[in-house]
């Protein structure tokens, strides 16, 4: 008798057993844990799109502006590619790598142009950042939203020489006068590039201890605090620097501080006078460039 009624009832085969012990564990509980014994209503299930919600109220507000408009964009784009319900806990390799040929060519994102390996990294680094954090983050019953990340471990697309913006010396005396008309700190920002070599991200890190006016020498930080680079600088730089420090520059540790992030030193909150904040300038037209130097 066992057996037939085990052949009219088979019980059914779960493919994640993790993932059927802990679903067990939760129906059981909501027996032993509700008066009467009566289960309580099942939690709603975590979709992707449920997972971008949570994240987009709880992480997103604390990013800077630039970074806010991209987890905005890369948030509809996976939705769209994945799907709105789709269990992140079921992504994978064939996911991943379905993804970065649809980005490459094209046929996802939100200009339907083919883009870079550096432009596909910056958008799967958006959501690893997720997936990592929904495996550190509990639900109001205690729960984990992810028990892991389905997709950690898999290697990004890395682009060996990225396309970098290249001007010529009349191109930069063209942007150097109407820079002051951008905002301030596009003015020093540029000066700062064309003198010493380094990148906007380095410039946009720099704080103003790290800048030495007697000694003429700024402190480069690495992506790791250990690893620091102090190098002279040119009169130009020292010049933009100084006058950026005296005329314009709100009261901070930053030297360039992001849009609305003012402190004034008169306790107004209010940028320079004439001053238009923007996260980066735009119209500067990308030119190939070859490997770089050692």
Request: glycine fraction near 16%; include cysteine; charged fraction near 30%.
């Given at each position: 008798m066992a057996r037939e009624r085990a052949q009219a009832h088979p019980v059914p085969q779960h493919r994640d057993w993790a993932r059927a012990k802990r679903q067990a564990d939760q129906f059981a509980a909501g027996f032993i844990d509700t008066p009467n014994g009566k289960a309580e209503a099942e939690p709603e299930p975590l979709t992707l799109e449920r997972l971008f919600d949570i994240y987009a109220e709880e992480v997103t507000p604390t990013k800077g502006e630039y970074t806010r408009q991209h987890d905005r964009t890369a948030m509809a784009m996976f939705l769209r590619f994945f799907g709105r319900n789709r269990d992140p806990a079921t992504l994978s390799q064939r996911d991943w790598d379905r993804f970065i040929g649809a980005r490459r060519a094209g046929r996802v994102g939100p200009s339907g142009k083919p883009v870079s390996d550096r432009t596909v990294e910056y958008d799967l680094k958006f959501l690893m950042a997720v997936l990592n954090w929904a495996e550190r983050s509990r639900d109001e019953r205690g729960h984990l939203l992810l028990d892991r990340n389905p997709l950690k471990g898999l290697r990004k697309p890395t682009e060996k020489y990225p396309v970098r913006v290249v001007l010529t010396e009349e191109e930069y005396r063209a942007l150097l006068g109407v820079s002051r008309q951008v905002d301030w700190r596009f003015h020093v920002a540029l000066v700062l590039a064309h003198e010493t070599g380094h990148r906007i991200g380095a410039i946009r890190q720099l704080q103003w201890f790290d800048t030495d006016f007697e000694g003429k020498t700024i402190r480069w930080r690495a992506k790791h605090e250990k690893q620091v680079c102090q190098r002279p600088d040119g009169p130009a730089a020292q010049g933009a620097l100084r006058a950026w420090r005296l005329e314009g520059c709100p009261h901070g540790a930053q030297v360039l501080?992001?849009?609305?992030?003012?402190?004034?030193?008169?306790?107004?909150?209010?940028?320079?006078?004439?001053?238009?904040?923007?996260?980066?300038p735009a119209g500067i037209i990308r030119r190939e460039s070859g490997p770089r130097n050692p």
């Open positions: 501080p992001e849009a609305g992030c003012w402190t004034t030193q008169d306790g107004t909150g209010r940028p320079p006078e004439g001053s238009r904040l923007k996260s980066r």
